[in-house]
Protein backbone atom coordinates (compact mmCIF):
# COMPACT_ATOMS: atom_id res chain seq x y z
CA UNK A 1 0.00 0.00 0.00
CA UNK A 2 1.32 3.17 -1.33
CA UNK A 3 2.57 5.55 1.75
CA UNK A 4 2.35 3.60 4.54
CA UNK A 5 5.87 3.07 6.57
CA UNK A 6 6.98 -0.67 6.73
CA UNK A 7 7.04 -1.59 10.02
CA UNK A 8 7.24 -5.22 9.34
CA UNK A 9 7.60 -6.51 13.55
CA UNK A 10 5.06 -3.34 15.18
CA UNK A 11 2.06 -2.95 12.42
CA UNK A 12 -0.78 -5.01 12.42
CA UNK A 13 -1.58 -6.97 9.58
CA UNK A 14 -3.29 -4.58 7.10
CA UNK A 15 -6.60 -4.31 6.33
CA UNK A 16 -8.53 -4.83 3.00
CA UNK A 17 -8.15 -1.21 2.11
CA UNK A 18 -5.63 1.52 2.81
CA UNK A 19 -8.58 3.89 3.26
CA UNK A 20 -9.63 2.42 6.65
CA UNK A 21 -6.43 2.87 8.01
CA UNK A 22 -6.10 6.58 6.17
CA UNK A 23 -9.39 7.13 7.93
CA UNK A 24 -8.29 6.29 11.60
CA UNK A 25 -6.93 9.07 12.83
CA UNK A 26 -9.52 11.64 11.56
CA UNK A 27 -12.28 9.48 12.81
CA UNK A 28 -11.19 11.53 16.16
CA UNK A 29 -13.76 14.37 14.73
CA UNK A 30 -16.71 12.80 14.47
CA UNK A 31 -15.90 10.77 17.77
CA UNK A 32 -15.47 13.98 19.66
CA UNK A 33 -18.62 15.31 18.37
CA UNK A 34 -20.59 12.36 19.63
CA UNK A 35 -19.10 12.41 22.78
CA UNK A 36 -19.97 15.92 23.55
CA UNK A 37 -23.41 15.33 21.95
CA UNK A 38 -24.40 12.30 23.39
CA UNK A 39 -22.05 11.16 25.55
CA UNK A 40 -21.73 13.91 27.67
CA UNK A 41 -25.24 13.94 28.50
CA UNK A 42 -25.99 10.42 28.60
CA UNK A 43 -23.36 10.70 31.92
CA UNK A 44 -25.17 13.65 33.24
CA UNK A 45 -28.34 12.18 33.42
CA UNK A 46 -26.99 8.41 34.98
CA UNK A 47 -23.40 8.56 35.71
CA UNK A 48 -23.14 4.86 35.48
CA UNK A 49 -25.52 3.66 32.75
CA UNK A 50 -23.92 6.79 31.01
CA UNK A 51 -20.51 5.29 30.93
CA UNK A 52 -21.43 2.21 29.56
CA UNK A 53 -23.71 3.94 26.78
CA UNK A 54 -21.43 6.56 25.58
CA UNK A 55 -17.83 3.91 25.74
CA UNK A 56 -20.15 1.53 23.48
CA UNK A 57 -21.92 3.54 21.30
CA UNK A 58 -18.95 6.77 20.69
CA UNK A 59 -15.84 4.83 20.94
CA UNK A 60 -17.09 1.50 19.77
CA UNK A 61 -19.64 1.61 18.06
CA UNK A 62 -19.69 5.05 15.28
CA UNK A 63 -15.65 3.55 14.05
CA UNK A 64 -16.86 0.10 14.14
CA UNK A 65 -20.00 1.14 11.68
CA UNK A 66 -17.41 3.93 9.64
CA UNK A 67 -15.04 1.25 9.03
CA UNK A 68 -17.44 -1.21 8.00
CA UNK A 69 -18.31 1.44 5.41
CA UNK A 70 -14.89 0.83 4.24
CA UNK A 71 -14.86 -2.49 3.79
CA UNK A 72 -12.87 -3.28 6.62
CA UNK A 73 -13.13 -5.99 8.91
CA UNK A 74 -13.09 -3.68 12.22
CA UNK A 75 -13.14 -6.44 15.31
CA UNK A 76 -9.93 -8.28 13.36
CA UNK A 77 -7.98 -5.52 11.56
CA UNK A 78 -7.73 -3.75 14.82
CA UNK A 79 -6.99 -6.68 17.02
CA UNK A 80 -9.83 -6.71 19.02
CA UNK A 81 -10.55 -9.95 17.89
CA UNK A 82 -9.99 -12.98 18.44
CA UNK A 83 -9.52 -12.68 22.47
CA UNK A 84 -6.10 -13.37 24.11
CA UNK A 85 -6.90 -13.84 28.09
CA UNK A 86 -3.10 -14.50 28.54
CA UNK A 87 -2.10 -11.07 26.85
CA UNK A 88 -4.91 -9.75 29.09
CA UNK A 89 -3.39 -11.01 32.26
CA UNK A 90 -0.11 -9.98 31.38
CA UNK A 91 -1.29 -6.45 30.37
CA UNK A 92 -3.62 -6.33 34.10
CA UNK A 93 -0.07 -7.11 35.53
CA UNK A 94 2.16 -4.70 33.85
CA UNK A 95 -1.31 -1.87 33.94
CA UNK A 96 -1.06 -2.50 38.01
CA UNK A 97 2.48 -2.14 38.66
CA UNK A 98 2.53 1.20 36.19
CA UNK A 99 -0.59 2.92 38.08
CA UNK A 100 2.04 2.31 40.81
CA UNK A 101 4.89 2.84 39.33
CA UNK A 102 4.28 6.44 37.11
CA UNK A 103 0.57 6.92 37.53
CA UNK A 104 0.24 7.77 41.29
CA UNK A 105 3.70 9.90 41.43
CA UNK A 106 2.47 11.94 38.20
CA UNK A 107 -0.70 12.46 39.42
CA UNK A 108 0.15 13.68 42.83
CA UNK A 109 2.88 15.57 41.34
CA UNK A 110 0.29 17.65 38.91
CA UNK A 111 -2.03 18.11 41.92
CA UNK A 112 0.86 19.91 43.84
CA UNK A 113 2.52 22.31 41.13
CA UNK A 114 -1.01 23.12 39.19
CA UNK A 115 -3.31 25.96 40.62
CA UNK A 116 -5.50 24.57 43.53
CA UNK A 117 -8.73 25.72 41.39
CA UNK A 118 -8.22 23.04 38.84
CA UNK A 119 -6.88 20.47 41.11
CA UNK A 120 -10.63 21.27 42.68
CA UNK A 121 -12.43 21.35 39.79
CA UNK A 122 -10.98 18.04 37.89
CA UNK A 123 -10.85 16.35 41.14
CA UNK A 124 -11.75 12.63 40.43
CA UNK A 125 -13.16 11.65 43.79
CA UNK A 126 -16.30 13.78 42.75
CA UNK A 127 -17.09 11.41 39.90
CA UNK A 128 -18.06 8.63 42.46
CA UNK A 129 -20.02 10.89 45.17
CA UNK A 130 -23.39 10.76 45.96
CA UNK A 131 -23.92 7.79 44.35
CA UNK A 132 -26.02 4.68 45.92
CA UNK A 133 -24.49 1.87 45.74
CA UNK A 134 -26.31 0.03 42.84
CA UNK A 135 -25.36 2.88 40.40
CA UNK A 136 -21.71 3.18 42.20
CA UNK A 137 -21.30 -0.17 41.28
CA UNK A 138 -22.77 -0.06 37.56
CA UNK A 139 -20.97 2.90 37.31
CA UNK A 140 -17.20 0.70 38.69
CA UNK A 141 -17.90 -1.65 36.06
CA UNK A 142 -17.83 0.75 33.18
CA UNK A 143 -15.04 2.68 33.63
CA UNK A 144 -13.13 -0.70 34.76
CA UNK A 145 -14.53 -2.90 31.78
CA UNK A 146 -16.48 -1.14 28.64
CA UNK A 147 -14.19 1.92 28.74
CA UNK A 148 -11.20 -0.08 28.69
CA UNK A 149 -12.32 -2.12 25.39
CA UNK A 150 -13.87 0.88 23.87
CA UNK A 151 -11.45 3.35 24.17
CA UNK A 152 -8.75 0.39 23.41
CA UNK A 153 -10.87 0.06 20.23
CA UNK A 154 -10.41 3.68 18.91
CA UNK A 155 -7.25 4.99 20.57
CA UNK A 156 -5.13 2.17 19.69
CA UNK A 157 -7.24 -0.36 17.16
CA UNK A 158 -7.87 3.01 14.86
CA UNK A 159 -5.83 6.31 15.73
CA UNK A 160 -3.04 4.93 16.31
CA UNK A 161 -2.88 2.10 14.06
CA UNK A 162 -3.66 5.04 11.28
CA UNK A 163 -0.79 7.34 13.07
CA UNK A 164 1.94 4.47 12.68
CA UNK A 165 0.98 3.47 9.13
CA UNK A 166 1.65 6.69 7.89
CA UNK A 167 4.21 7.93 10.57
CA UNK A 168 6.01 5.30 11.74
CA UNK A 169 5.65 3.39 15.40
CA UNK A 170 7.51 5.89 17.53
CA UNK A 171 5.47 9.20 16.42
CA UNK A 172 2.08 7.25 16.06
CA UNK A 173 2.51 6.32 19.23
CA UNK A 174 3.15 9.26 20.94
CA UNK A 175 0.80 10.80 18.80
CA UNK A 176 -1.95 8.98 19.36
CA UNK A 177 -0.86 8.69 23.47
CA UNK A 178 -1.66 12.80 23.35
CA UNK A 179 -4.76 12.61 21.65
CA UNK A 180 -6.09 9.96 24.47
CA UNK A 181 -5.18 12.32 27.30
CA UNK A 182 -6.26 15.20 25.79
CA UNK A 183 -9.60 13.81 24.53
CA UNK A 184 -10.32 13.11 28.48
CA UNK A 185 -10.55 17.03 28.72
CA UNK A 186 -8.66 17.00 32.27
CA UNK A 187 -5.27 19.21 32.57
CA UNK A 188 -4.65 17.75 35.76
CA UNK A 189 -4.28 14.08 34.26
CA UNK A 190 -3.24 15.41 30.85
CA UNK A 191 0.84 13.74 31.45
CA UNK A 192 -0.72 11.05 33.48
CA UNK A 193 -2.97 9.82 30.94
CA UNK A 194 -0.30 10.54 28.03
CA UNK A 195 2.22 8.31 29.82
CA UNK A 196 -0.74 5.81 30.58
CA UNK A 197 -1.67 5.96 26.34
CA UNK A 198 2.36 5.02 25.48
CA UNK A 199 2.08 2.19 27.66
CA UNK A 200 -0.93 1.06 26.24
CA UNK A 201 0.26 1.64 22.39
CA UNK A 202 3.33 -0.14 23.42
CA UNK A 203 1.20 -3.08 24.56
CA UNK A 204 -0.92 -2.95 21.26
CA UNK A 205 1.99 -2.79 18.77
CA UNK A 206 4.17 -5.46 20.56
CA UNK A 207 1.30 -8.13 20.74
CA UNK A 208 -0.53 -6.79 17.11
CA UNK A 209 -3.35 -7.18 19.57
CA UNK A 210 -5.73 -4.59 21.48
CA UNK A 211 -5.70 -7.47 24.50
CA UNK A 212 -2.59 -6.70 26.74
CA UNK A 213 -3.71 -2.34 26.26
CA UNK A 214 -7.15 -3.18 27.58
CA UNK A 215 -5.76 -5.72 30.64
CA UNK A 216 -3.38 -2.88 31.34
CA UNK A 217 -6.19 -0.30 30.74
CA UNK A 218 -9.17 -2.21 33.11
CA UNK A 219 -6.33 -3.03 36.28
CA UNK A 220 -5.18 0.93 36.33
CA UNK A 221 -8.83 1.90 36.28
CA UNK A 222 -9.85 -0.26 38.46
CA UNK A 223 -6.97 0.27 40.90
CA UNK A 224 -7.55 4.35 40.61
CA UNK A 225 -11.34 4.09 41.29
CA UNK A 226 -10.09 1.67 44.09
CA UNK A 227 -7.91 4.11 45.28
CA UNK A 228 -10.33 7.16 45.73
CA UNK A 229 -12.87 5.46 47.26
CA UNK A 230 -10.15 3.89 49.59
CA UNK A 231 -8.16 6.97 50.79
CA UNK A 232 -10.70 9.78 50.03
CA UNK A 233 -9.03 12.60 51.10
CA UNK A 234 -5.87 10.77 52.61
CA UNK A 235 -2.14 12.33 50.79
CA UNK A 236 0.17 9.76 50.58
CA UNK A 237 3.77 10.68 52.34
CA UNK A 238 6.86 10.64 49.95
CA UNK A 239 8.27 7.32 51.66
CA UNK A 240 4.87 6.31 50.32
CA UNK A 241 5.16 7.39 46.81
CA UNK A 242 8.65 6.42 46.55
CA UNK A 243 7.80 2.68 47.77
CA UNK A 244 5.21 2.97 45.18
CA UNK A 245 7.78 3.90 42.22
CA UNK A 246 10.67 2.01 42.98
CA UNK A 247 8.25 -1.67 43.62
CA UNK A 248 6.24 -0.62 40.46
CA UNK A 249 9.11 0.17 38.44
CA UNK A 250 11.16 -3.42 39.68
CA UNK A 251 7.81 -5.13 38.48
CA UNK A 252 7.11 -2.96 35.41
CA UNK A 253 10.82 -3.09 34.10
CA UNK A 254 10.68 -6.80 34.56
CA UNK A 255 7.62 -7.51 32.83
CA UNK A 256 7.97 -5.65 29.63
CA UNK A 257 11.53 -7.26 29.53
CA UNK A 258 9.60 -10.71 29.47
CA UNK A 259 7.37 -9.32 27.14
CA UNK A 260 10.14 -8.17 24.83
CA UNK A 261 12.01 -11.48 24.44
CA UNK A 262 8.59 -13.11 23.63
CA UNK A 263 8.60 -14.30 20.16
CA UNK A 264 6.55 -12.00 17.88
CA UNK A 265 2.67 -13.21 17.48
CA UNK A 266 1.85 -14.18 13.94
CA UNK A 267 -0.50 -12.49 11.58
CA UNK A 268 -3.67 -13.43 11.63
CA UNK A 269 -5.61 -13.34 8.01
CA UNK A 270 -7.87 -10.57 7.42
CA UNK A 271 -11.18 -11.33 5.44
CA UNK A 272 -12.37 -8.84 2.80
CA UNK A 273 -15.83 -8.14 3.90
CA UNK A 274 -18.61 -6.77 2.00
CA UNK A 275 -19.64 -3.48 2.73
CA UNK A 276 -22.46 -3.17 4.55
CA UNK A 277 -25.54 -0.60 3.95
CA UNK A 278 -25.89 2.38 6.08
CA UNK A 279 -28.69 0.80 7.84
CA UNK A 280 -27.01 -2.40 8.07
CA UNK A 281 -24.12 -1.22 9.88
CA UNK A 282 -26.47 1.39 12.15
CA UNK A 283 -29.43 -0.80 13.24
CA UNK A 284 -27.16 -2.85 16.03
CA UNK A 285 -25.75 0.38 17.88
CA UNK A 286 -29.09 2.26 17.83
CA UNK A 287 -30.86 -1.26 19.38
CA UNK A 288 -27.93 -1.35 22.12
CA UNK A 289 -28.58 2.52 22.73
CA UNK A 290 -32.81 2.12 22.25
CA UNK A 291 -32.24 -1.31 24.81
CA UNK A 292 -29.65 0.48 27.03
CA UNK A 293 -32.19 3.91 27.39
CA UNK A 294 -34.82 1.06 28.49
CA UNK A 295 -32.74 -0.19 30.77
CA UNK A 296 -31.23 2.44 32.91
CA UNK A 297 -34.81 4.45 33.00
CA UNK A 298 -36.19 0.57 34.28
CA UNK A 299 -33.54 -0.10 36.80
CA UNK A 300 -33.36 3.61 37.92
CA UNK A 301 -36.02 5.70 36.40
CA UNK A 302 -36.71 7.99 39.60
CA UNK A 303 -32.44 8.61 39.73
CA UNK A 304 -32.78 9.81 36.14
CA UNK A 305 -36.18 11.84 36.56
CA UNK A 306 -34.25 13.69 40.14
CA UNK A 307 -31.07 13.84 38.09
CA UNK A 308 -33.31 15.77 34.91
CA UNK A 309 -34.83 18.06 37.72
CA UNK A 310 -31.05 19.00 39.34
CA UNK A 311 -29.68 19.75 35.57
CA UNK A 312 -32.73 22.10 34.99
CA UNK A 313 -32.94 23.80 38.43
CA UNK A 314 -29.18 24.07 39.88
CA UNK A 315 -29.05 24.78 43.19
CA UNK A 316 -27.88 28.81 44.12
CA UNK A 317 -24.54 28.95 45.36
CA UNK A 318 -25.68 30.62 48.27
CA UNK A 319 -27.89 28.16 49.57
CA UNK A 320 -25.10 25.71 49.78
CA UNK A 321 -24.71 24.20 53.07
CA UNK A 322 -27.90 25.44 54.18
CA UNK A 323 -30.41 24.12 56.91
CA UNK A 324 -32.68 24.51 53.75
CA UNK A 325 -29.94 22.78 51.40
CA UNK A 326 -29.87 19.68 53.63
CA UNK A 327 -33.87 19.73 53.94
CA UNK A 328 -33.69 19.39 50.39
CA UNK A 329 -31.11 16.31 50.19
CA UNK A 330 -33.21 14.32 52.58
CA UNK A 331 -36.07 14.93 50.37
CA UNK A 332 -34.32 13.51 47.68
CA UNK A 333 -33.39 10.58 49.41
CA UNK A 334 -36.74 9.83 50.40
CA UNK A 335 -38.00 10.20 46.49
CA UNK A 336 -35.81 7.82 45.34
CA UNK A 337 -36.69 5.43 47.98
CA UNK A 338 -40.32 5.98 46.68
CA UNK A 339 -41.63 7.44 49.58
CA UNK A 340 -42.13 10.93 47.81
CA UNK A 341 -42.92 11.89 44.41
CA UNK A 342 -40.25 13.60 42.11
CA UNK A 343 -42.96 16.09 41.29
CA UNK A 344 -42.43 17.28 45.33
CA UNK A 345 -38.74 17.67 44.63
CA UNK A 346 -38.81 20.08 42.14
CA UNK A 347 -40.54 22.43 43.69
CA UNK A 348 -38.66 22.48 47.04
CA UNK A 349 -35.84 22.89 44.94
CA UNK A 350 -37.25 25.69 42.72
CA UNK A 351 -37.15 28.14 45.45
CA UNK A 352 -33.71 27.47 46.14
CA UNK A 353 -32.41 26.89 42.48
CA UNK A 354 -30.44 30.05 40.40
CA UNK A 355 -32.52 32.60 38.72
CA UNK A 356 -32.78 32.56 35.22
CA UNK A 357 -31.40 35.05 32.92
Not at 58 to 86: C, E, H, I, N, Y
Not at 295 to 322: F, Q, S
Not at 336 to 355: D, F, H, I, N
Request: a neutral charge; one cysteine or more.
Amino acid sequence: MAGLVSQPDLLPSPPPSELSVRLGPWLVLPVLFAYVALGVPLQLLHRGGGVWLSSILVFLGLPFMLLQRTGDAPATSTGLWPLKPVDFAWGAALGLANWAAWAVPLMTLAQTVLPAKWVEAFDGRQTFEGLRPAELGVLLLGVSVAAPVCEEFFFRGVVQRGLVAFRGAAQGLVAAAIVFGAMHFDPVGLIPRIELGVLFGFLALKRRSLWAAIGAHAANNAAASAGFLALGDVELPTWGLASFFVGGNVVLGLGLWRLARAPAEARAPIPVTERPSWAQALWPWAAIFALGLGAIHALDGRGVAVRRVELTLPLDDAHKGTPEAAALDALKDRVLAGQETVEAYEAARRPLSKPKR
